[in-house]
Each structure stands twice: as C-alpha cells, then as structure tokens.
C-alpha cells in the first residue's frame, strides 16, 4: 500500500471511532481530504482508495489540478471538488464554474456574485456559510449574531443551494475545549435550521473538524470533517 492510502485507512479507521465514541453511526461523517499544494498524482492515489471528496484552498491552483486529472490516462471517478478558501470577488467566477461545493462564504456580496455566475446547465453550488467563533477581528467568517441574517438571504439566491455552516477555530488546549468551541457553532447551526427560513430544506451539513480536533468536532456534531495533513503529510509549500 502506498503512504497516502495506509494514511487513509488510518483518518478512516479514527473517525469511524470517533463517531461510536460519540455514539453516532460509524458512517454518519463525511471525510473531506484536503489536497491544496498537492499535485494530481497525490489525488488520483487517494481517489483509487475510494475517496471522492476533495477541498482546496487556492482555487486557480485548484483549477488547474482539475484539468490536469481530467486530461491523465485513468478511468477518473466522479469526484466532488469543495472550495474550503477564501473567496475574493475576483474569482468568484473561477469558483462558480469549477466547483461543486463553497464552504467559505461569508458575505452576501459574494453568494450573489457566485450565483450570478453559475453556468446554466450545472447543479446549484453547495454553499456553507463561514462563521467566526472565536469573534477575531482579523479571522474570516461571519459573526455568529449576523449568521442568520446571511442564511435567510443566502438560502434565496437562485442558482445556490445552502446547505450549512463551516468554521475553522483557533487551537483549543485540550478536548474539553475544542468541543466547547465547536458546540458553539453546532448550536447556531441547530438555530438556524429550527428558524424556518425558506430555502433551508437542505440545511444539513456541518464541516468542522480537521485533523488534530476531529474527535472534538465529532462528538459536537459535524457531519464532515476536513482532513489533509492526516492524509497527505506536512504540505508540499508554505500555506
């Protein structure tokens, strides 16, 4: 076996605890590999292990990663690509015509740009709206006070599919600590859904969790967690 699919094996192996642990169903969380400043070669290995979901945070890089898998000599599974970076108004385009899944936004300005610029013909772009937890001025994400506000707005845009909240907080000292900060998100997110808001018939995902807390983020509730040192190894550059 190679590294990539014994490293698989293993994030799968966890997370399957992690959930009986937390007394779920050992499938009821999703495994996204993140494979940013990783190269094709790197997502076709996991991709012949079965995995099917992949996120990326620079997304011209990203663009060009999906060409070239498309363009290798391999029977290329359907695989679902998630933007997991920010989102700047210029390339918002690049995101509306390449990718399945936006985890990062956070302003209405960019969900309408992203519908806007959705292809006809596509299946609406799953989006999940990145909050703030921890209430840094300097971090990305939406106040969690203004995050149903957004919802409301976001869950009518036409060519958009909402479908929940994304959050990447600071490290936490220990496991106590890590679950606090994702039942934060986990409670808003439950709010949210109760609110009955329109458009919010799929509102059902909850990406938290990476590699070092997603036991934490498990026992708080996410449905997928985000893993790409737990599978890849240390980055290829500097992020």
Same mark, same amino acid.
């Given at each position: 076996m190679t590294t990539i699919a014994i490293n698989l094996h293993q994030i799968r192996t966890r !997370?399957?605890? $992690?959930? %009986?642990?937390?007394? @779920?169903?050992?499938?009821?969380? $999703? !495994? !996204?590999?993140?494979?940013?400043?990783? *190269?094709?070669?790197? %997502? @076709? =290995?996991? $991709? !012949?292990?079965?995995?099917?979901?992949? *996120? =990326?945070?620079?997304?011209? =890089?990203? %663009? =060009?990663k999906i060409a070239i898998l498309r363009e290798m000599d391999w029977e290329q599974p359907a695989l679902a690509w998630h933007c997991i970076g920010p989102i700047q108004s210029n390339k918002t385009r690049l995101v509306a015509e390449h990718f399945d899944w936006a985890h990062s936004v956070d302003r209405l300005k960019i969900a309408q740009r992203l519908s806007d610029q959705r292809p006809d013909g596509m299946a609406p772009l799953q989006v999940c709206l990145q909050v703030n937890p921890d209430g840094g001025t300097t971090k990305s994400g939406v106040p969690l006070e203004e995050a149903l506000a957004l919802a409301r707005a976001v869950a009518l845009l036409p060519k958009l599919q909402l479908r929940g909240l994304m959050a990447i907080p600071d490290e936490a000292g220990d496991f106590a600590a890590q679950c606090a900060v994702h039942r934060r998100v986990r409670q808003l997110f439950d709010s949210i859904a109760a609110s009955g808001a329109p458009g919010l018939a799929a509102f059902d995902t909850l990406s938290l969790g990476m590699t070092g807390d997603l036991e934490a983020a498990v026992q708080a509730g996410s449905t997928m967690v985000r893993v790409g040192r737990g599978i890849f190894g240390g980055r290829a550059r500097a992020a």
């Open positions: !997370l399957q605890q $992690a959930c %009986v642990d937390a007394g @779920r169903a050992p499938d009821s969380v $999703a !495994l !996204l590999a993140v494979s940013k400043t990783f *190269g094709p070669d790197a %997502v @076709r =290995e996991a $991709a !012949l292990q079965g995995q099917r979901d992949f *996120g =990326e945070n620079y997304i011209q =890089e990203a %663009v =060009e």
